[in-house]
């Protein structure tokens, strides 16, 4: 079996912060991250990403980006995702907000959950933004959670290679 580590940056494009994913997947698409790791900006819809993850089927999916949840600017947290079951009406709420094209970290992850595309080791890196305007630069608060939350990716891709 293959070993295939899916990196995923997620965001919303060009609102300031929140468009931190997109511009990680760019660094990280950069890197020579080894044989088996695929690295996409995933921009384009939580359905999409969904269906793209169960075409990969990786063994890790390590997502990354924005999202305000009310911590201090340019915090920088892991969270191991468990997947678990969804009721169905969930699940269909989420694929209503999907639809639309709306994108963040919580909508890929609920509809990826809801689809049972998510692998069973599925980690988010997860950034909270200092500004969330429409701009085509990250905030320097922004830009140093950038790097840090790179690093934090490099460290997990690493982690899965090892594994």
């Known amino acids: 079996m293959t070993m295939t580590t899916f990196v995923g940056g997620a965001g919303e494009l060009y609102q300031g ?33 969904a269906q793209r993850i169960a075409e990969l089927r990786p063994t890790a999916f390590v997502l990354v980006g924005a999202i305000a949840r009310g911590r201090a600017p340019g915090t920088v947290l892991r969270r191991e995702v468990v997947a678990d079951a969804r009721p169905a009406a969930e699940v269909q709420r989420s694929v209503e907000q999907a ?29 909270e933004p200092a500004t969330t305007e429409p701009s085509e630069h990250l905030s320097d608060v922004g830009e140093r959670a950038l790097a840090e939350a790179v690093a934090m990716v490099r460290a997990e891709v690493s982690a899965a290679v090892d594994r």
């Open 17 to 49: 912060d929140l468009d931190l994913g997109r511009r990680a997947a760019e660094l990280l698409a950069a890197d020579e991250l080894g044989a088996g790791v695929v690295v996409e900006e995933l921009h384009y819809g939580a359905v999409a990403v």
């Open 99 to 127: 639809v639309t094209g709306y994108v963040d970290l919580d909508l890929i992850l609920d509809v990826a959950m809801g689809f049972g595309a998510l692998p069973a080791h599925t980690v988010c890196i997860e950034v």
